[in-house]
């Protein structure tokens, strides 16, 4: 069965850590980008962050840079998602998306019909 899995989320208070996973089955990450999502109540999905698998480059959304790291275990077909730091504004279910980039880097998030997979998204709450 072809899917990703995200996991890692739940409450955590003002200022502290979190590290979600995101795990492909099925299929290999080795050739595709992955995105990091995030949907807070009432509010438009944003991209967060993005690996890319052809360089490796990063991206950062302006609201969580210095604070989130984003990296790849391909040994593990999985991809983390490193939150420090965390606030209250951070509180969303957070997803993470496949998209495949033939040679060519994928870097920043995308519209979602360019993305393959979509894991099922899990809850992150930054509260006191």
């Known amino acids: 069965q072809v899917q990703l899995v995200e996991s890692g989320g739940g409450l955590v208070q003002p200022g502290g850590s979190l590290r979600l996973s995101c795990a492909a089955s099925?299929?290999?990450?080795?050739?595709?980008?992955i995105a990091w999502f995030r949907q807070a109540p009432g509010k438009e999905r944003e991209g967060v962050s993005c690996?890319?698998?052809?360089?490796?480059?990063?991206y950062f959304d302006d609201s969580v840079k210095g604070r989130f790291a984003i990296s790849r275990d391909n040994a593990k077909n999985t991809v983390y998602l490193q939150m420090n730091n965390l606030k209250p504004e951070d509180t969303a279910v957070y997803y993470c998306?496949?998209?495949?980039?033939?040679?060519?880097?994928?870097?920043?998030?995308?519209?979602?019909?360019?993305?393959?997979?979509w894991g099922q998204g899990t809850q992150v709450t930054v509260s006191s």
């Open positions: 099925g299929f290999s990450l080795d050739d595709y980008a």
């Open positions: 690996i890319s698998s052809v360089d490796g480059r990063t």
């Open positions: 998306a496949a998209g495949i980039e033939l040679g060519i880097p994928q870097v920043e998030p995308r519209d979602d019909d360019a993305y393959d997979y």
